[in-house]
């Protein structure tokens, strides 16, 4: 069997590596060389993926027996059309198109019974301002074909309105489309992995925050302390039932894949939103690579479920007909940023971060770096005791990682510390 990685980004390269290791022949494409499912593929292209003509060309050339989409950055129609030709397409050609559009999701899923915040669809200004107000102008606006908090802002009061208007520009794709969305008071964020192969495995759920619209940190199980976990059992069948039909909702019963549904817990009510499904292993998942078994991670899972290989029956616990994949411990991830630009980015520290997690560096071949945001270069992973501790020691190794490059020989630390355990 032959996959073809749409996106070689770090969560492709660790697809790529997984089904090295079942025996498949592996193809990864990028916009840019030197990516890093690249490195290890058995063979590599770089060009632009929104061209229909350019994915039409590798698939003539390669004839893969599955295309694996790893970002959003894709031409839709080219997919559908490689499904018609009896490809297939994880987890399928039309829940790829779903997920990456707004409308379609919250529509879906309202129609599949999953609960959703509040909301609507505006495509001028006139509608816009009239459904922030519905909302008393507390509610989140983001662009149709936004991903990543581009094109989203949080309206706090009357004169936010325009501000939010004028960010939907900034989404991955430019549209007047905007949906407006009810603020939930939630008490923490979830993301539930869901395996569709043969039926469907839940992985335990993982917790995350982010900073400034990117994933920063994420751990599993979700629970980090027991609060938290009384809270969580008093509404887990919600999540997992929620998760189940959100994935069926868009890859429907033959979908192939692992699914990210990301959801809103709201212990004190025991409600439990969806706000989004991702079709393909997500960011928080990275936690996965040290807390699951060895070719069980995200990744693992993933390539097991496109190449209908099973998971093995003993590392699954069922109960009321409910199967949740075992792991090794507790477990949390935290993300290395760049904190520089430039080409060439090399890294120092790795020594004293080894003292408390391990990491994993992606080499990506250029750093760029933003007031709020930088380059994701690398993660950090770690295993404890307790959720709580394993949080924190994967901070400390991130932060003990500085970075510098070509251009920028100076070194340069972690400087992200928002929602951090550690001062």
């Not at 198109?97 to 999701?105: I, V, Y």
């Amino acid at each position: 069997m032959k996959i073809m990685l749409l996106g070689s980004g770090e969560l492709g390269k660790e697809v790529i590596i997984e089904a090295q290791r079942l025996g498949l022949q592996t193809v990864a494409v990028d916009r840019y060389e030197g990516a890093p499912a690249q490195y290890v593929a058995d063979r590599a292209y770089t060009g632009n993926m929104t061209d229909k003509g350019f994915l039409k060309y590798l698939v003539g050339r390669e004839d893969p027996d599955c295309i694996i989409p790893e970002i959003e950055a894709i031409n839709l129609e080219a997919l559908s059309e490689f499904e018609d030709l009896g490809i297939f397409v994880s987890p399928r050609a039309e829940a790829q198109k779903t997920a990456m559009d707004r409308f379609r999701l919250r529509e879906k899923l309202d129609k599949a019974g999953v609960r959703v915040s509040q909301y609507h669809f505006a495509s001028n200004f006139s509608d816009f301002e009239s459904a922030c107000s519905d909302f008393n102008y507390t509610c989140i606006t983001k662009g149709r074909f936004s991903s990543s908090g581009h094109g989203s802002y949080v309206v706090n009061s009357k004169e936010d309105v325009e501000k939010a208007w004028e960010e939907r520009k900034k989404a991955r794709k430019p549209s007047d489309d905007v949906i407006i969305e009810e603020f939930i008071p939630f008490s923490t964020e979830a993301n539930q992995l869901v395996v569709r192969n043969k039926g469907t495995v839940f992985c335990k759920t993982l917790g995350h925050y982010q900073l400034y619209g990117d994933y920063h940190s994420s751990w599993q199980p979700i629970y980090r302390n027991e609060n938290e976990r009384e809270g969580f059992e008093s509404v887990k069948d919600q999540v997992y039932t929620f998760a189940e039909k959100a994935t069926l909702a868009l890859a429907g019963e033959k979908g192939r894949g692992i699914h990210a549904v990301e959801q809103f817990l709201d212990f004190e009510n025991r409600k439990v939103y969806v706000n989004e499904v991702s079709c393909r292993p997500h960011d928080t998942g990275m936690v996965t690579f040290k807390t699951h078994f060895p070719g069980y991670s995200q990744s693992g899972l993933h390539i097991r479920a496109v190449a209908q290989i099973p998971v093995e029956p003993r590392l699954c616990q069922e109960t009321d007909g409910i199967k949740i994949l075992d792991s090794i411990k507790p477990g949390a991830s935290h993300v290395i940023v760049s904190p520089t630009v430039g080409w060439n980015p090399q890294f120092r520290g790795i020594e004293k971060a080894l003292q408390h997690g391990d990491v994993w560096i992606f080499k990506k071949p250029y750093a760029f770096h933003e007031p709020h945001h930088g380059r994701r270069l690398g993660v950090a992973l770690s295993l404890a005791e307790t959720v709580a501790d394993a949080i924190r020691e994967a901070e400390l190794t991130a932060h003990a990682i500085e970075i510098k490059t070509d251009e920028d020989p100076e070194w340069r630390d972690q400087w992200l510390k928002e929602k951090h355990v550690m001062p």
